[in-house]
């Protein structure tokens, strides 16, 4: 059974998409999408060896061969332009996922769809869509295993705007869809952040005093400020 994580990537997964999933490990995503969500090709991309060759046994064991192609390679240079309309991405950090969208730029053109899954810091793709044209459309926060998931859905197109409404910054941090959710598992994500916020501020309001001091504490109120602006205290 697919992990509720990988779930919420693979609900977005279009009928009949030629997907391509790149840091897939294990190929349980593809593999998944292969048997229940009737798309029509998928390439399992994989930057390290180990990983590639646990992707192709599996994807083998599980008689795919045919629809899924496994290749070793670093981000999307695994896949030609034109191959797919829809890339997936989990499991990484925010950054490191960004900096594969911008490093395989070229090979976008005909991707309609971006599911990205980031462990942690989602807000430097939330502006790299910003920065490239790209619409965030639908997101996800999800708690698995005591910890918490987020899922970005991005489009290029005549997709709509983006609702960052007015605050513009408390949206990329925190995510203007989930914001206006604000279900139980947004909140707990950033009231533990906020604490983590914090008690770091308590912690350098003790260290000698410094520019960099001063600068780090100047941006973690700023920080709490936003988690406050959206999520005011309880009483
Ligand atoms: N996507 C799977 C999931 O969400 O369960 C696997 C996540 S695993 C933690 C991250 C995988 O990404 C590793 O197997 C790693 O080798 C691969 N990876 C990291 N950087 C990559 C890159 N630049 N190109 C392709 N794969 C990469």
Redesign the pocket.
Known sequence: KL?A??SAVAKYVPNGAKVA??????A??PCYLAKNNGISFAVA????QG?FQSAERNVSAEGLSELISVRL???LE?IQPDEVDCIT????GGA?IAS?LENGKEKLRAVKRLIL?PNISAISIRKWFLDNGWVLTAEEILEEDGKIYEVLVGEQGDAPMTPYGQNVEAGLLLGPYLIMKKNLVFKKKWLGEKNNWQRIYHQLENAAESPDTLEKKQELIHKIQLVEEVIPDEN
């Open positions: 992990s994580r990988l999933d790149i840091g897939s490990d294990h349980y995503l991309g994989e930057v390290a990983p390679g670093d981000g695994v991405i989990a499991g990484m490191l594969i899954q």
